[in-house]
């Protein structure tokens, strides 16, 4: 434990009312290490536990679907909370309610969550409260302090990891024998009366860590046994779904890792997505242009002015009016899902590269399309994604093409040969009517 929790401040901490858990990334009453620390103060200083879940409105790409995504989450929360008698306060204000409820904390603990407004937020709120302020990392299986390495290619990052003795699990209950406090904070949700983007609507799918437990039992009972085989197959849905639940903290890596077994999908939950927060964290240039390895920037450099066959516009992009079927296909789902197939969203990522004026507008482009519709956007993984399409975590492919020099590249034309993909195009070739 003592690799996941780092203390933010000098203040002290102070005999006051209750032990405060500021929860703004791991949005669950279970398997989660940060509420644990605070469970666990909560005990040794006799005093009750307080859980404040802010949703901000201020956050760049807040919108009606992340909103009512994690405002189901939060629902469920007060009910669990309540249930064990633990303080809950959700709040939707905009400016956020931490210095109030902090005037009356021993202590506040945090998410150590390593990218987007949240490390930036959480040093200024170190500079302004009075209490010691913890923040605990519990995204994934691997503390992501455990090392000042960063990694730079999945391979190095497996070995290192297949090196390491087993780390620590969350417990299954932290909130045993702590003192009760009766107050349960629940605002309605009242999206047209919030500043935010109204044009990004809600989805069918719903937030909450039930509804993760339900996504996870679908993957165990049917599509992991054929997850090898089929995940890159767009028409057979054969991934588990389980990104937006991951991003957003309703449910924890470990339970998902102690519930399957392929070793397939284990390599993406334990390597692929831990390795993104592993850059996220010691690199505070993750989403700049210039964090691409030497030989990726120079390629993409040389080949920045060449001519282009398409080129189009970030708004072009966002209605889906590429000459390529696939793509728009691939756009529409996000727009209209919050999701894009993984093997597409490949492809949705090449293809922006080849057809924008620079590499750095396609850069652009990617973070503002990925980040305002996807529900699993503004994550370590946004960014790995992103970056992959620019060479981030691969290597120098031949033979050397027009604008993307030794960057990897890849076609509709080899994406029709190689995978399926006509329901798909079915289901989402009726333009971007979001
Ligand atoms: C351009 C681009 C943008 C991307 N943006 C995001 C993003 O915003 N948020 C995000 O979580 N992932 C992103 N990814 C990675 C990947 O597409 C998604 O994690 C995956 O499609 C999620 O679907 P799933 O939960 O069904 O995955 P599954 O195949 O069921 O995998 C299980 C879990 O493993 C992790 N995982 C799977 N594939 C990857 C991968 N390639 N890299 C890192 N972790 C992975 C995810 O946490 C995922 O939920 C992006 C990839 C690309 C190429």
New binding site residues.
């Given amino acids: 434990m003592n690799d996941r929790v780092k203390t933010l401040n000098d203040a002290p901490v102070r005999e006051r009312s209750y032990v405060l858990y500021w929860m703004v990334a791991y949005r669950r009453a279970t398997s989660n290490f940060a509420l644990q620390h605070a469970a666990a103060l909560a005990r040794s200083l006799r005093k009750p536990l307080l859980v404040y879940e802010p949703l901000s409105s201020e956050c760049r790409w807040a919108c009606d679907r992340f909103h009512q995504f994690v405002y189901e989450g939060m629902q469920e929360n007060a009910r669990r909370f309540a249930a064990k008698g633990v303080g809950y306060v959700a709040d939707l204000s905009p400016k956020g309610r931490l210095l109030e409820l902090a005037g009356d904390a021993c202590v506040v603990v945090t998410d150590d969550w390593p990218c987007f407004f949240i490390p930036r937020m959480q040093e200024r709120a170190a500079e302004l409260l009075d209490v010691k302020l913890d923040a605990v990392d519990s995204n994934g299986l691997f503390p992501m302090r455990a090392t000042e390495r960063v990694f730079l290619t999945a391979a190095s990052f497996r070995r290192f990891l297949q090196k390491r003795e087993a780390d620590t699990h969350p417990v299954a209950n932290p909130l045993r024998n702590v003192p009760p406090m009766d107050r349960c904070e629940l605002p309605e949700l009242d999206l047209s009366s919030l500043p935010i983007d109204h044009q990004v609507k809600p989805v069918d799918l719903k937030g909450g860590t039930r509804e993760a437990e339900r996504v996870l039992k679908r993957?165990m009972s049917g599509r992991e046994s054929r997850?090898a085989e089929d995940?890159n197959v767009p028409d057979l849905e054969a991934?588990?779904?389980?990104?937006?639940y991951?991003?957003f903290g309703h449910i924890s890596?470990h339970q998902?890792a102690d519930s399957v077994e392929s070793p397939e999908?284990l390599d993406?939950?334990k390597v692929?997505?831990e390795?993104?927060y592993n850059f996220c964290a010691h690199r505070e240039d993750y989403d700049q242009f210039e964090s691409l390895a030497p030989w990726a920037r120079l390629t993409l450099e040389e080949r920045a002015s060449d001519p282009r066959e398409h080129v189009y516009t970030l708004e072009e992009f966002e209605r889906g009016e590429t000459h390529d079927p696939l793509w728009n296909a691939a756009q529409n789902q996000l727009v209209q899902e919050g999701?894009?197939?993984?093997y597409l969203?490949?492809l949705?990522?090449k293809k922006i590269l080849e057809w924008s004026a620079s590499p750095r507008d396609a850069l652009t482009t990617?973070i503002e399309l990925?980040?305002k519709y996807?529900l699993?956007?503004?994550?370590p993984?946004?960014y790995?994604?992103?970056f992959?399409?620019l060479g981030r975590y691969d290597r120098a492919w031949g033979p050397r093409r027009p604008v993307f020099g030794t960057i990897r590249y890849m076609s509709s034309k080899n994406t029709y040969r190689k995978t399926r993909v006509r329901r798909y195009l079915e289901r989402f070739d009726s333009g971007c009517s979001n």
Wanted: hydrophobic share 40%.
């Fill in positions: 993957f997850y995940r991934t588990s779904g389980l990104s937006p991951l991003h890596a998902v999908f993406q939950l692929w997505r390795l993104g999701i894009i197939h993984n969203r490949m949705w990522g990617m990925n980040n996807a699993d956007g503004r994550d993984n946004s790995s994604g992103i992959w399409i």
